[in-house]
């Protein structure tokens, strides 16, 4: 697996602002990914980023809203522009490892960092 | 739509007792799927991972995966209250893409 860190864990925000959430990896990783898990759901992808590369966003999410920065191997950061209260959510990054003994693209986990918690108010 | 599918519970079993969570999903090409345990206010841990038809242990818990019915299957033994959680079932639809899709989670409850 992999150790991997967000910040901030948690956040207040007002309507109309933005935050930018980091995500910080202890090894280098080529795929990260960003998900929302909002309010007694489950988890939603948001993005996919790849260093190098503009991010993919999946339907219902853009980028002018969620800008995504990709550029190393090892950092990602995602933000929340224009916050309305119904971006109140916890945001998640991951991270794909091969595990070890693996082999080819199928055995690939995702390993999740602990989130961020974000209020619009 | 892709999907999976997972009962939200939640399901209540006795402590010493064997759990089983189920999952089917929708994409008959989908070759990789897992197992998250989340606890209330934290983030998604990976307990599980299955890729081939059959079974797969790893102490108390084994996977199950059925690719003709498009079903995977968790199973805790010996269920202890510390158990209690909410189990995501996420699958890999798109191979390309490699992002999970996520069921909805199954809420285990273990009673002492």
């Known amino acids: 697996s992999a150790v991997i860190s967000q910040k901030p864990s948690r956040d207040i925000c007002q309507r109309g602002t933005s935050l930018t959430i980091q995500c910080q990896v202890d090894?280098?990783?080529?795929?990260m990914f960003w998900y929302r898990q909002q309010p007694g759901q489950s988890l939603t992808l948001i993005a996919t980023?790849?260093?190098?590369?503009?991010?993919?966003?999946e339907s219902g999410f853009v980028i002018d809203k969620f800008p995504i920065s990709r550029p190393n191997l090892t950092f990602s950061t995602l933000t929340v522009s224009n916050m309305s209260p119904e971006d109140s959510s916890i945001y998640l990054c991951?991270?794909?490892?091969?595990?070890?003994?693996?082999?080819?693209?199928?055995?690939?986990?995702?390993?999740f960092g602990p989130g961020t918690r974000l209020t619009v108010t | 739509q892709k999907e999976v599918e997972q009962n939200s519970g939640p399901l209540s079993v006795p402590e010493g007792a064997i759990a089983s969570l189920n999952c089917t999903y929708s994409?008959?090409?989908?070759?990789?799927f897992f197992w998250y345990r989340q606890y209330s206010g934290k983030s998604p841990e990976l307990i599980m991972s299955?890729?081939?038809?059959g079974d797969k242990e790893d102490g108390r818990f084994t996977a199950q995966l059925n690719k003709a019915s498009q079903y995977v299957s968790l199973l805790i033994r010996d269920s202890q209250p510390s158990d209690s959680a909410t189990y995501l079932c996420?699958?890999?639809?798109?191979?390309?893409?490699?992002?999970?899709?996520f069921g909805s989670g199954t809420r285990l409850q273990v009673q002492p």
């Open positions: 991951s991270v794909e490892i091969s595990p070890e003994g693996g082999s080819g693209i199928y055995s690939y986990e995702q390993y």
């Open positions: 090894s280098q990783v080529t795929m």
């Open positions: 980023a790849n260093q190098g590369s503009e991010a993919t966003y």
């Open positions: 994409d008959r090409g989908s070759q990789s």
């Open positions: 299955i890729y081939s038809n």
């Open positions: 996420a699958v890999v639809m798109d191979t390309g893409r490699r992002a999970l899709t």
